[in-house]
């Protein structure tokens, strides 16, 4: 075997699999406010970034060639119901109409939950001390509905309600938009590496946990089952969250499913890198393309991660 490992030239014919700019998502917090540009503190190299400053890091995205952003919204208020998450005139929305002005082919897709538009900080709307999930569902259907309005080229629901897919697919195509793919959450955990973004994104539930919607950790088979129904709802993607420890189920996902699938390359997961990178102990740029191939050899074709402005520029050679 070692013939084939002795030079660069030869690994690199044999090489199975590689990372292309062309399959990454980099998501974004948009905040309300002005001439805001904050780095996010356990997010090193990732910004809350007011509207009007948007352009600065939408530029450079476009200069990377990376294809797409995944918007994540922090609105001026929150309230019991979420309404700044399908006000028509929300933080998402505009902020779509900004960057798809500024690059109308940088492909918009919106991140369709309530959590960061609750008061209390959940997915849905909260009856009787528990989350309602068919009550939620038109809140979403809205949500992704104005979003699509705005000029949202895809819409991602992942507050992991069960028939949110079918409820958007169903009030997209009743208002002429049967043509905008839904990238469903399909087996999105309930996990502790979603620490970092409940920071930036401001949506940590302020009672309870998630875990009565949020798949639990241990279970492999379900993911199955979660995946089947986004397909039977509708989904145009699926979706395997987060991605570094469940990388079983992404390859389990793709042995069953000729559907596209994307895998979501969580804040916690990025963060960890950062810190063991900040403090000297792993090599970042390595060690994380290490990990990014990892993802895409288990079989996902999309990435979304936090890591994608970097790593286009790693691979275009300049740094
Ligand atoms: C919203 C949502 C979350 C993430 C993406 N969409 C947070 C959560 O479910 O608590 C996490 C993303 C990340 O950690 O990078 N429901």
């Known amino acids: 075997m070692r013939r084939l490992r002795e030079k660069e030239p030869v690994r690199n014919l044999v090489r199975e699999t590689r990372l292309d700019t062309a399959n990454f998502i980099y998501p974004m917090f948009v905040t309300h406010g002005e001439n805001i540009r904050n780095e996010i503190e356990p997010m090193p190299g990732c910004f809350h970034t ?15 060639g990376i294809p797409s952003v995944l ?35 940088l492909m918009v897709i919106g991140d369709v939950c309530l959590c960061e538009y609750t008061d209390h900080g959940h997915c849905g709307l909260i009856d009787n001390g528990k989350v309602d999930n068919d009550g939620t569902l038109e809140l979403l259907a809205r949500s992704a509905l104005t979003q699509v309005q705005a000029g949202a080229d895809m819409v991602a629901p992942s507050s992991m309600m069960d028939g949110q897919v079918r ?38 539930p302020q009672f309870g946990d998630r875990r009565s919607y949020q798949m639990d950790s241990a279970n492999r088979r379900m993911a199955m089952r979660e995946i089947e129904s986004d397909i039977a709802e509708g989904a145009d993607i699926v979706m395997v969250k987060p ?77």
Do not use: C
């Not at 007011?50 to 990377?64: G, W, Y």
């Not at 979501?264 to 740029?285: L, T």
């Open 50 to 64: 007011s509207i009007d400053r948007l352009h600065e890091e939408i530029d450079e995205i476009v200069e990377l």
């Open 71 to 105: 918007l994540f919204g922090l609105p001026p208020e929150k309230d019991a119901v979420g309404s700044g998450a399908y006000d028509p005139e929300g933080i998402i929305q505009e902020a779509t109409r900004t960057i798809k002005e500024r690059a109308p082919g």
């Open 167 to 204: 409820a958007i697919r169903e009030t997209l195509d009743a208002h002429g938009y049967d043509d905008t793919p839904i990238m469903g959450y399909a087996a999105k955990y309930a996990s502790s590496f979603y620490g970092p973004f409940r920071v930036a994104a401001d949506s940590t």
């Open 243 to 319: 991605a570094m420890a469940y990388l079983d189920v992404i390859k389990e996902a793709r042995d069953r499913y000729d559907y596209p699938l994307a895998a979501y390359n969580v804040s916690g997961e990025y963060s960890m890198v950062k810190a063991a990178s900040r403090a000297g102990w792993v090599d970042e740029k390595p060690i994380t393309l290490e990990l990014l191939t990892a993802i895409r050899r288990a079989g996902a074709d999309i990435i979304i991660s936090y890591h994608a402005k970097e790593v286009a520029r790693w691979l275009r050679g300049a740094e």
